[in-house]
């Protein structure tokens, strides 16, 4: 079953005008997106974008009742290019926009994407399946030192340079092909009791880089400022360090602008009990800010 995170701190802070325009840049599964759609009035409306093309399917399927009250429109297309978009829908401003920069459940539990080294899957992890360039493709041809840059940057993995070794003496073999084959190449187990299994952080690591997450989350969030009306909200749930650090300097620089005032004085975190519902969700990070003058 699929559980959002922080979804009712996420929508208290988004929907201000309940007969507003609001946008979902991620909707995943859709359990934000009928959070959102719950509190609208009957003359609001939803945006809801996705990367995905699998997952955006399942929201449009876990969202039927809000499409066919035509209070839903979606979009496939990364949220990059979220201003350019909402513009061809024909809205050049909205209330509030969210930004939930996880994986989903659906991408996680996903046999075939390759996103978990539970499962034996091809070495994907592309969030839009149109894309030419895999995990596997980074592993076979990048250099030693660019996979333990990446390992490093990303992952903030201590023994990047050990592992990007092991990656290269095992492809010297062999292609690296699937998840599997990633973790028998870095010479890890499949299984075993670990806090945090040792391979957690190179497969995040390569899932950033395949993505070019970090670089995309720093071209949308100006973007979603711009949309915003005055009085609109940006709330932002994030789940790794370099994702939170660069939302937390874009809204302090936002701040000295005076472009948005900080509604989030200190970032909000799952509770104890939300975390027992949804492990996934211990590492999330939520904060929000409310536009208060142009920023151009």
Not at 125 to 138: E, I
Not at 191 to 214: D, S
Request: glycine share 6%; hydrophobic share 45%; aromatic share 8%.
């Amino acid at each position: 079953m699929h559980i959002p995170v922080l979804a009712k701190e996420a929508v208290n802070l988004l929907v201000s005008d309940p007969k507003g325009v609001y946008v979902d840049a991620t909707v995943g599964a859709g359990g934000h997106a009928k959070a959102i759609l719950s509190r609208l009035a009957p003359e609001g409306k939803l945006i809801a974008f996705d990367w995905d093309q699998e997952a955006l399917a399942y929201a449009k399927n876990n969202l039927a009742f809000y499409v066919a009250s035509e209070k839903v429109v979606f979009c496939h297309a990364n949220f990059v290019s979220l201003e350019s978009n909402l513009l061809k829908l024909g809205f050049r401003r909205v209330h509030g926009v969210l930004l939930d920069l996880g994986l989903s459940s659906l991408q996680i539990d996903s046999l075939d994407r390759g996103f978990s080294f539970r499962f034996d899957a091809p070495l994907d992890m592309r969030f839009d399946q149109s894309q030419r360039l895999t995990a596997a493709d980074f592993v076979n041809s990048e250099s030693r030192e660019k996979l333990a840059w990446i390992f490093r940057e990303y992952g903030e993995e201590k023994r990047a340079e050990f592992f990007a070794r092991k990656i290269l003496e095992a492809r010297k073999k062999h292609k690296i092909r699937t998840t599997f084959e990633l973790l028998g190449a870095l010479g890890l187990p499949q299984t075993g009791r670990f806090r945090l299994h040792p391979a957690t952080k190179v497969f995040m690591a390569l899932r950033i880089a395949v993505n070019n997450e970090l670089a995309n989350i720093e071209q949308v969030l100006p973007q979603a400022v711009r949309l915003l009306e005055r009085g609109g909200r940006l709330v932002v749930i994030s789940f790794h360090s370099l994702e939170d650090r660069i939302v937390k300097n874009f809204f302090k620089e936002e701040k000295k602008r005076g472009t948005v005032r900080i509604l989030t004085k200190k970032v909000m975190k799952p509770s104890f009990r939300d975390i027992q519902s949804n492990p996934r969700a211990r590492s999330a990070k939520l904060r929000a800010v409310e536009k208060i003058a142009s920023s151009g």
